[in-house]
């Protein structure tokens, strides 16, 4: 199984400046010319939503701010300029071989 | 629009049989590359998938939990169904069914989750 860890577990970002998060496969996650990492926001009593697929691409309605990036084993997500409303918990999830989601990443905005 | 909807017993005791039922509307599981998977979170803890099917029937089960899972479907009714059997004290969590294309296996829709309660 392919496991994912994601980096930090938590971190707070002042208002306007830049929140990197870090999602590793244990194994490739990449073939054919896709990498299949994807990013969710979620929010306290909400269910996930979709940020990211297929690394890099942004979903519909997906502010801008929010980026994605990598190959291979390291994936990473990129939001600036962080807004209030980005508070949340951001997961990564793959779906090279069975599907998997990593343990998270709380993001407070200072 | 796309809308998904978990439905559940709320509580159950351990050693039973948890039953869920995802009813969705705005797509058909008869669309070739369609289909529906299963998440869930216990309280203040992360997303773990659990199990999806595909609209030609095909499975796909979390290796951890695949002895205890079925997944199945109604395609008329536009409905999948989880059971978990012999539940302990740790299924106790919020499930999310969701909407997920062959193409590159991301859950695209959601639905608002529904707590179950494993307790004696």
């Known amino acids: 199984d392919i496991v994912l860890t994601q980096s930090p577990a938590s971190l707070a970002v002042s208002l306007g400046q830049r929140a990197t998060i870090s999602c590793r496969a244990s194994k490739s996650v990449s073939t054919s010319g896709y990498s299949y990492m994807h990013w969710y926001q979620q929010k306290p009593g909400q269910p996930p939503k979709l940020l990211i697929y297929l690394a890099s691409n942004l979903e519909s309605g997906v502010p801008a701010r929010f980026s994605g990036s990598g190959s291979g084993t390291d994936f990473t997500l990129n939001i600036h300029p962080v807004e209030e409303e980005d508070a949340a918990t951001y997961y990564c999830q793959h779906s090279r071989e069975l599907l998997t989601f990593g343990s998270g990443t709380k993001l407070e905005i200072k | 629009q796309v809308t998904l909807k978990e439905s559940g017993p709320g509580i159950l005791q351990p050693s039973q049989t948890l039953s869920l039922t995802c009813s969705f509307s705005g797509f058909s599981l008869s669309t070739s590359g369609m289909g529906v998977g299963w998440i869930r979170q216990p309280s203040g803890k992360g997303l773990e998938w659990l199990a999806h099917?595909?609209?030609?029937?095909?499975?796909r089960y979390n290796p951890a939990l695949k002895s205890r899972l079925t997944i199945s479907k109604d395609t008329s009714s536009n409905q999948v169904f989880l059971k978990i059997a012999s539940v302990d004290t740790a299924d106790t969590a919020t499930y999310y069914c969701?909407?997920?294309?062959?193409?590159?296996?991301?859950?695209?829709?959601w639905g608002q989750g529904t707590l179950v309660t494993v307790s004696a």
């Open positions: 969701a909407r997920i294309g062959e193409l590159g296996r991301w859950f695209a829709y």
């Open positions: 099917i595909w609209w030609d029937d095909d499975k």
